[in-house]
């Protein structure tokens, strides 16, 4: 006659379970944060730094915003809608948005229409398609500020290589002063950030050819399409998504164009390249309002975002993304 084992009587103890019975689990979320405690240990000090410099800052520069809160003084009341209503009467903020419109709408489309062409270039079989490729995504990785002093020194109206190359080409008679003459300051930065942002441009335009089926040209070739025809009709319509996305991107980011402006014109001449960040910045950190710094921000943050919303209603309207 068989023996059951002691682990099959029911009822009998478990081993390593005194008492006896299941052991009841801790289960729901407590759970998990038990399970993961040492990936949020790993992620704790970035969550700090965002919950400290960003949401933090977004909330108190918000709260800020409606009151006369100067560095410099120890009464800092509250004024209500007072510093957004000042910026409608303030002619320095009219001209920083009417310049940094200027560089937008400039910039953005100079440096899309540069990067495409590249990209069109370099995107064909080539001896060293690889290095030149690398030397024009070069100046997309070089610090702005390091990019600017550079710009700076060739746009020198003494010894600078641009006067120099125009000279010795016969375009000018007298040396230029690019950055200190109010009609060439903003047009000498908007080539400088061209230059600066045409690889990156160059890099998403490559990787949208590349996902354009080589069916689609070998279908237009077989019905006697031409290059033209074939770029126009293939092409740009499946580089549509790419192009919302760098235009977007490239209207946000020429939006906040500063480091430019610091190094190389301090806002001048006569306040014809100050835009709407650099603005911000003389504000709170050379004039010490900060109440009135804040309110720009808010300002710029809702022309941005209304910017955006729109910008994404009338891709899908498109069917662009």
Not at 148 to 170: E, Q, T, V
């Amino acid at each position: 006659m068989a023996v059951k084992s002691q682990a099959t009587i029911p009822g009998a103890p478990t081993a390593g379970r005194p008492g006896g019975g299941a052991s009841r689990r801790p289960t729901g979320l407590l759970h998990e944060l038990r399970k993961t405690w040492s990936a949020y240990a790993f992620i704790a000090p970035g969550l700090l730094m965002i919950l400290v410099f960003t949401v933090f800052a977004i909330v108190f520069s918000f709260w800020i915003s409606f009151r006369d809160w100067e560095l410099v003084s120890d009464e800092r009341p509250f004024v209500g809608l007072e510093n957004y209503r000042d910026l409608a009467d303030d002619p320095r903020f009219g001209r920083a948005l009417v310049n940094t419109a200027y560089y937008t709408f400039l910039s953005v489309p100079l440096g899309m229409i540069v990067g495409l062409f590249l990209a069109l270039l370099l995107n064909k079989e080539m001896r060293a398609r690889g290095m030149f490729r690398a030397l024009f995504f070069f100046p997309s990785i070089t610090p702005f500020v390091i990019a600017a002093i550079i710009w700076k020194w060739i746009y020198n109206g003494d010894y600078g290589l641009m006067n120099y190359y125009l000279d010795k080409l016969g375009i000018i008679d007298d040396p230029l002063l690019w950055l200190a003459d109010p009609n060439l300051a903003m047009p000498a930065i908007i080539l400088m950030s061209v230059w600066a942002g045409a690889g990156g441009t160059m890099i998403l335009y490559l990787a949208g050819l590349q996902g354009i089926s080589e069916d689609l040209y070998d279908a237009a070739k077989v019905d006697g399409a031409g290059p033209w025809h074939r770029l126009r009709y293939i092409t740009f319509p499946m580089l549509g998504p790419t192009t919302a996305f760098l235009f977007v991107v490239g209207v946000i980011g020429s939006f906040q164009i500063f480091a430019q402006i610091f190094v190389m014109t301090n806002g001048g001449p006569l306040d014809r390249t100050t835009t709407i960040a650099y603005y911000i910045y003389q504000n709170g950190f050379k004039y010490f309002d900060m109440g009135y710094a804040s309110a720009i921000s808010y300002v710029l943050f809702a022309l941005l975002l209304t910017f955006t919303v729109l910008q994404f209603r009338l891709s899908r309207r498109y069917d662009i993304l």
